[in-house]
């Protein structure tokens, strides 16, 4: 074919009726997609990358203490137990937070709101709530000698060497048989640690094996806080559509942070951080055009992938732990535990791959989820970025990458800010299949509707 013929292919073009229309063109009989439990367990294993436990490189410094936004630690306190009880009913009763996972989420809710990328927080494992020593390091970020690279090795350093003082002394615990006049950081731990039952010389040996340092996310969520406002509205109509719960369209804050290009060391792509074959399911991933690096395409495949576990699991803590941890692994959770219940589970079930990720990715979501809906009382400094409006536009027929600049008016950069899942293809000029869902702004989307002249009438969005 000519490239003529090609021009006149191209431009006769469908405008799917609202930037939601394109889900029903994830699957040509509309159904949900179970996988495999093979194919859960070989791919979406437990991604112990999360959550974040190292700077990237090319973050900005983080703003001076942001652990000091509060007066002192009773205000704090107090405004996490009204939010987390909800004082404002801003959450679906799917969402309240149990009892028995109330301390797990306020450990979290103080790593997602309270403390910063300056902050190391040094815990117990099993029980992330018993925080042993808070390590700041924010004057030596801001006020140290040296490139920021060096100056954020050193307080890394200084964290491991505070978990290490952490962990020497509750060896020394372990070992003692007279807990009388015992030395300062010891005397500090031994009573951190007196609401855990059990034998003093188990529950220290435990605490010494189970030693963590935890990086604050404050930074990072307040980035993805202004950052998802772009997307938000667009992704509760996709989850509305489902039939999902809205709330959960707030899982990329744990995922990663709302950053378009979050690419794990497994493998994960795009906000949700979706598995290469479990993309390959639910939409279009080959090295050329990766549909998980658009965020409005992949909450569609991440929605059906969460409604159809949610049938599997009957709840959305299970099902929320299964999207971190497979579900045949979460099954074989079940089994093992004897319960259903996420937090029995959690309490009872300590081996096999059931470990620190996917026994709190739950109650980080709920975290993430309460400081969103909460962010007026936390972040009031935050302006949020506004809504990226779009039309979406499916081709009639093929053509190669570049070639839609000429179409649709838009510069490369400007196509891609709508289309990132076209990334590579513009790197080679790959071609793009027909029937490819292009997102663009509607300026851009009238004007391809001017070019279609005598070609295929195209429908406008309704409302």
Not at 35 to 57: A, S
Not at 107 to 114: E, G, H, N, S
Not at 374 to 381: R, S
Request: with cysteine; net charge positive.
């Amino acid at each position: 074919m000519g490239m003529g013929h090609a021009k006149n292919t191209v431009i006769t073009l469908v405008l799917l009726a609202s930037a939601s229309a394109y889900a029903a063109m994830m699957s040509p009989d509309g159904e949900s997609y179970i996988p495999l439990v093979h194919d859960v367990q070989n791919e979406d294993t437990p991604r112990e990358t999360f959550p974040l436990m190292e700077v990237p490189p090319d973050a900005p410094p983080p703003p001076r203490s942001e652990a000091q936004d509060f007066k002192t630690d009773h205000d704090w306190r107090e405004l996490r137990a009204k939010i987390l009880r909800d004082f404002t009913n801003r959450m679906s009763a799917d969402f309240k937070i149990d009892d028995g996972l109330q301390q797990r989420t306020e450990f979290w809710f103080d790593i997602y709101a309270r403390y910063g990328e300056a902050h190391h927080i040094v815990h117990h494992v099993r029980y992330p709530w018993i925080v042993y020593k808070i390590v700041d390091t924010t004057d030596m970020i801001q006020n140290g000698k040296g490139p920021l690279w060096l100056r954020r090795d050193r307080g890394n350093k200084l964290a491991i060497k505070t978990a290490a003082d952490v962990r020497n002394a509750l060896r020394k615990l372990a070992h003692r048989k007279d807990y009388s006049n015992l030395p300062a950081l010891e005397k500090e731990l031994y009573d951190k640690l007196l609401p855990l039952k059990g034998s003093r010389k188990s529950v220290f040996r435990l605490a010494s094996e189970s030693v963590r340092s935890q990086l604050g996310q404050k930074d990072f969520f307040k980035r993805g806080l202004i950052n998802s406002s772009r997307y938000l509205p667009y992704m509760e109509l996709e989850f509305k559509k489902l039939g999902l719960p809205t709330e959960l369209t707030r899982m990329p804050f744990v995922e990663s942070s709302f950053n378009e290009e979050a690419y794990s060391k497994v493998g994960a792509s795009g906000i949700w951080q979706i598995m290469p074959m479990t993309g390959k399911a639910y939409m279009m991933v080959n090295p050329q055009i990766d549909e998980r690096n658009s965020p409005l395409k992949a909450t569609v495949a991440a929605g059906r992938l969460l409604r159809s576990y949610n049938r599997a699991m009957g709840s959305w803590p299970l099902t929320i732990t299964s999207y971190n941890h497979g579900i045949g692994n979460i099954q074989t959770a079940i089994k093992r535990a004897k319960s259903k219940d996420l937090a029995e589970i959690i309490a009872r079930y300590h081996s096999g791959a059931f470990r620190f990720a996917s026994s709190n990715f739950y109650t980080c979501f709920l975290a993430a989820l309460y400081a969103e809906k909460y962010h007026d009382l936390i972040f009031k400094d935050v302006t949020r970025e506004p809504l990226q409006e779009r039309e979406v536009i499916r081709l009639a027929g093929r053509t190669n990458a570049r070639f839609l600049t000429k179409i649709t008016g838009l510069s490369k950069a400007e196509l891609l800010k709508y289309n990132l899942d076209l990334t590579a293809a513009f790197k080679v000029n790959a071609s793009v299949p027909r029937g490819f869902s292009l997102h663009l702004p509607p300026t851009a989307a009238g004007r391809m509707n001017r070019q279609a002249g005598a070609g295929e009438k195209i429908r406008k969005p309704k409302g």
